[in-house]
């Protein structure tokens, strides 16, 4: 039970897009479209930011989005804003059971 | 607006035992499978067990299989995590969340367990 791979920092401008990868196999991220996103700011409970790979939640700025390729998701944020700073998370189902990425941190410069 | 309140954290020793609770209001309890999270200081989340909505199915990451078991009481609108030989790797912050389209929906506080002699 891995964790799925997730570069450990990632950074831009405001105003500029950032790309985090999520990497796993074929039996959680491959093998499913149930890759979830989350950002976690400094001291806070984790907040989902993107579901079944690419579905914005309510209240989600279109800012945020989600892709998949083969064994790797993607979260892309555009446009970045001061207030996108903390650590972000992917999590896949892998039949039964759950798998959470390493986690990314992104600053904005 | 769903609300989610861990509770029965603290300090025990190695070896010993905690019940960790999660009352949940605003939305449908026991319509959801429910998820017990871990984050073990300055790391990253750990999906630690799931449970249906019925108590039927229940899974877990395998470094606690054995030690820990999830439990639920919808008539109570609240989860259960206990926690039997506890070390100190199991030391983090315990949340609780529901699970929907294979995704947390919502998340409490926490409540911290800390493994130390």
């Known amino acids: 039970q891995s964790a799925l791979t997730q570069p450990p920092s990632a950074s831009g401008s405001p105003g500029q897009s950032v790309t985090i990868s999520c990497t796993g196999t074929s039996s959680d991220v491959g093998g499913y479209n149930y890759v979830s996103w989350y950002q976690q700011r400094p001291g806070k409970a984790p907040k989902r930011m993107i579901y079944e790979v690419s579905e914005r939640p309510p209240g989600v700025p279109d800012r945020f989005s989600g892709s998949k390729s083969g064994d790797t998701a993607s979260l892309t944020v555009s446009g970045l804003q001061a207030e996108d700073e903390g650590d972000y998370f992917c999590f896949s189902y892998a039949g039964g059971r759950y798998v959470f990425g390493t986690g990314t941190y992104v600053t904005v410069l | ?117």
């Not at chain 2, 209001?25 to 959801?32: H, L, V």
């Not at chain 2, 984050?39 to 909505?53: F, R």
């Not at chain 2, 395998?62 to 030391?91: C, P, W």
Request: charged letters at 20%; proline letters at 3%; hydrophobic letters at 35%.
């Open chain 2, 1 to 117: 607006e769903m609300q989610l309140v861990e509770s029965g954290g603290g300090l025990v020793q190695p070896g010993g035992s905690l019940r960790l609770s999660c009352a949940v209001s605003g939305f449908t309890f026991s319509s959801f499978w429910m998820t017990w999270v871990r984050q073990a200081p300055g790391k990253g989340l750990e999906w630690v067990a799931s449970i249906k909505q019925d108590g039927s199915e229940k899974n877990y990451v395998d470094s606690v299989k054995g030690r820990f078991s999830i439990s639920r009481d919808n008539a109570k609108n609240s989860l259960y995590l206990q926690m039997n030989s506890l070390r100190a790797e199991d030391t983090a912050v315990y949340y609780c969340a529901p699970l929907w389209r294979y995704a947390l929906d919502a998340w409490g506080q926490g409540t911290t367990v800390t493994v130390s002699s």
